[in-house]
């Protein structure tokens, strides 16, 4: 088995909790109205496009044409889009931190908006933690895609074989196994460490 120098990290529902639920539940006052404007107005094939590196405040002007009886909900999913961000997923960035002390590279690959990234960056003292980190929103390419992963590899000269790419998106897990590097799906800090060592990884 090739030896894993790189550990590189999905950030929404592994390092941080990130729900636009956390929002809409105190703007509607109620869970069933949130879910349903969230399953039907502000999808998140929606919220991708600013992902892949749309700027807000055209996809939320986009929407509001679409919607305009919606025009004040879909306008706080900028203003106040600080207010879906939950704390730090439990137990990651403990896990992270020990990879690190214990000699590995880590890198961050994320589909995120170029415009919120920065809140989360300053937010979190996890994020200083990185060798490096590929933001879709500036590359204007998204997971599960295979030229954000080449962007990654690329940019840090890394090797597919000697990465171990950690994501909760099934596609994204499957997506860097395309491109040769390791991938686990990630469910929870614990069930990451029993991953981990499947590669003969000890921390």
Same mark, same amino acid.
């Given at each position: 088995?090739?030896?894993?120098?790189n550990?590189?990290f999905d950030?929404?529902?592994?390092l941080? =909790? %990130?729900?636009p639920?956390?929002l809409? =539940?105190?703007?509607?006052?109620?869970?069933?109205?949130?879910q349903w404007?969230?399953?039907?107005?502000?999808?998140?094939? %929606?919220?991708?496009?600013?992902?892949?590196?749309k700027p807000?405040a055209?996809?939320?002007?986009?929407?509001?044409?679409?919607?305009?009886? %919606?025009?004040e909900?879909i306008g706080i999913?900028?203003?106040? %889009?600080?207010?879906?961000m939950?704390g730090?997923?439990?137990?990651?960035?403990?896990v992270?931190?020990?990879?690190?002390?214990?000699?590995y590279?880590?890198?961050?690959?994320?589909?995120? &908006?170029?415009?919120?990234?920065?809140?989360?960056?300053?937010?979190?003292?996890?994020?200083?933690?990185?060798d490096?980190?590929?933001? &879709?929103?500036e590359?204007?390419?998204?997971?599960?895609?295979?030229?954000?992963?080449?962007?990654?590899?690329?940019?840090y000269?890394l090797?597919?074989?000697? &990465?171990l790419?950690? =994501?909760?998106?099934?596609?994204?897990?499957?997506a860097?196994r395309?491109?040769?590097?390791?991938?686990?799906?990630?469910?929870?800090?614990?069930?990451?460490v029993?991953?981990?060592?499947e590669?003969?990884?000890?921390?």
């Open positions: 088995m090739t030896q894993i120098k550990i590189v950030f929404g529902g592994v941080v =909790d %990130w729900n639920r956390y809409y =539940d105190k703007y509607f006052g109620d869970k069933e109205q949130s404007f969230l399953d039907n107005i502000c999808l998140y094939s %929606w919220n991708l496009q600013m992902d892949g590196g807000f055209e996809g939320v002007k986009e929407l509001q044409a679409k919607h305009p009886e %919606w025009t909900a999913y900028h203003t106040r %889009w600080i207010e879906m939950g730090e997923v439990a137990g990651t960035a403990d992270l931190r020990s990879l690190k002390q214990a000699g590279k880590i890198y961050g690959l994320t589909n995120w &908006s170029a415009e919120t990234f920065p809140m989360i960056r300053d937010t979190y003292p996890v994020f200083q933690e990185f490096g980190i590929v933001v &879709s929103g590359e204007h390419l998204l997971k599960p895609y295979a030229p954000i992963y080449h962007c990654l590899l690329e940019r000269g090797q597919g074989e000697e &990465s790419f950690i =994501d909760d998106n099934a596609d994204n897990v499957a860097a395309e491109v040769g590097m390791h991938s686990v799906r990630f469910t929870d800090a614990e069930n990451l029993q991953q981990l060592r590669f003969g990884i000890e921390i």
